[in-house]
């Protein structure tokens, strides 16, 4: 296994919708166990295949909170219920990205998800969460459709991200870091 190099915005691949999965072979298996040793490193609740320059559709989750919630969806679906109307909670609902780090936003999400999909073996998966599992679910699986947290914040937000990404010298693509060796938030 291999901590992979993270992908930083606004690289294409983080807003291209990733190619699904055709075979689960011996590379997707390897990228998988990369993808959570990355994940761990750097440390995240989640990690999508865009985010390590892989444009296609699977991601990896983890989440200790409460008990061990662990593992990896390819070629999931996602299901919410409408997210409750209003301004997010600051407190409560902000939430960061691997790909834009070292930063937080309120964002409010659906209360609830399902995901569905397949997992290494090809056996189905079906996750039905709550609270930040949901959360979690919903972020990642927007990575698989080229879509980044901060792209659905407001508009005023998204211009302090702008800002961000000009100081940090953020504008250009092909900007990574590698957790564990970079500090987080240099490209």
Not at 53 to 70: A, H, I
Not at 165 to 187: A, F, H, I, Q, S
Request: aromatic share 6%; hydrophobic share 35%; proline share 9%.
């Amino acid at each position: 296994m291999a901590v992979l190099p993270i992908v930083i915005t606004p690289d294409p691949v983080l807003h291209t919708p990733a190619e699904p999965v055709g075979e689960i072979t011996d590379e997707i298996r390897q990228l998988v166990a990369d993808m959570y040793e990355t994940m761990d490193a750097a440390p995240g609740v989640g990690l999508a295949a865009p985010q390590v320059g892989v444009g296609k559709r699977l991601f990896v989750y983890s989440y200790t909170e409460d008990s061990p919630w662990r593992g990896v969806v390819i070629n999931p679906e996602l299901w919410i219920t409408p997210s409750v109307p209003g301004e997010p909670d600051e407190d409560e609902e902000s939430e960061g990205c691997l790909s834009f780090p070292g930063e937080r936003f309120p964002l409010r999400r659906s209360p609830r998800a399902v995901v569905t999909g397949i997992d290494l073996e090809g056996e189905p998966v079906r996750l039905e969460e709550s609270g930040w599992k949901a959360r979690i679910l919903q972020h990642e699986y927007d990575h698989l459709d080229g879509v980044i947290y901060t792209d659905r914040l407001t508009r005023k937000e998204r211009q302090i991200c702008q800002r961000i990404k000009k100081k940090r010298g953020w504008t250009e693509e092909g900007l990574r870091w590698l957790p564990g060796t970079d500090e987080v938030g240099e490209g």
